[in-house]
């Protein structure tokens, strides 16, 4: 039975700590020739590095300019970090937040990704928030529990307005570049699950509304049988971002 969709998918890539801004440049200005027409939402998350090269090329196309992270403040004595502020003036539209290898890597809790969050809300960007559990974590049986928790302190104190501009990417830790997905099956029920989640904090329409993503080793292989779920609203791809050739076929799904 076809699905009848209320919602638009949105297909982000990130390329993490990868490419100089040579090789940005080229990856970008092959999606843009790749994308165009694009039949869905579009974002690319360079590093840092390569925001302002990336952006000069994305920019006045259907692809939007995402960044990997921000500081947890507007501004100051914060040695390596980059502000909201930065960001804004190198014209990034989105920041990607909460990512698994800032959780479990960099030590960010939920408090400090909420304090992002509400920052990057505060200064007009539109913000993925990932939530996932680790392996050991779903082995327990506590998967459901560990997206409840990311995702109810992930939003504290975001308002019904304000979660327009959230996409929640759901991004189980143990699929995460290790080329093991999670079926389609598993992957919707978390889903379904985070959806009845907003449900309960916003309401049924902000819940039918909200884009949830679902990142973990997605290839061009697996995209349109995980997008056919009813609840599984776009990609963010890490590994097969990095090339055109991965890239564009799973962006340009059907
Ligand atoms: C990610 O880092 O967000 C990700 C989903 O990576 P990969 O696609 O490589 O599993």
New binding site residues.
């Given amino acids: 039975m076809e699905v009848t969709r209320s919602r638009d998918y949105f297909i982000a890539g990130?390329w993490?700590m990868h490419k100089t801004r040579a090789e940005a440049a080229a990856l970008a200005k092959a999606l843009v020739k790749a994308l165009k027409p694009g039949k869905h939402k579009y974002l690319v998350a360079p590093t840092f590095t390569a925001l302002e090269t990336v952006g000069a090329i994305v920019k006045g196309t259907n692809i939007l300019l995402g960044a990997q992270n921000c500081a947890p403040e507007e501004q100051g004595a914060h040695t390596g970090e980059v502000s909201v502020l930065q960001l804004k003036d190198l014209g990034v539209d989105a920041i990607i937040l909460g990512?698994s290898?800032r959780r479990h890597i960099y030590k960010e809790d939920d408090t400090l990704i909420n304090k992002k969050v509400k920052l990057a809300l505060k200064h007009g960007f539109e913000v993925i928030l990932c939530v996932g559990e680790l392996l050991e974590e779903r082995e327990k049986g506590k998967a459901e529990a560990v997206c409840k928790r990311q995702t109810e302190k992930g939003l504290a104190g975001v308002t019904p307005e304000e979660l327009s501009k959230i996409t929640i990417a759901y991004?189980p830790v143990w699929?995460?570049?290790t080329g093991k997905t999670a079926t389609p099956d598993d992957a919707e029920a978390i889903h379904a699950y985070i959806r009845s989640v907003i449900a309960k904090l916003y309401g049924a329409q902000a819940a039918k509304q909200i884009v949830i993503q679902y990142?973990?080793?997605?290839k061009a292989e697996n995209a349109a049988q995980l997008m056919a779920k009813e609840d599984i609203d776009g990609a963010?791809?890490?590994?097969?971002a990095l090339k055109e050739e991965t890239f564009a076929p799973i962006a340009k799904f059907s």
């Fill in positions: 990130n993490k990512h290898e991004e699929a995460i570049g990142g973990g080793s997605v963010l791809v890490g590994g097969a």
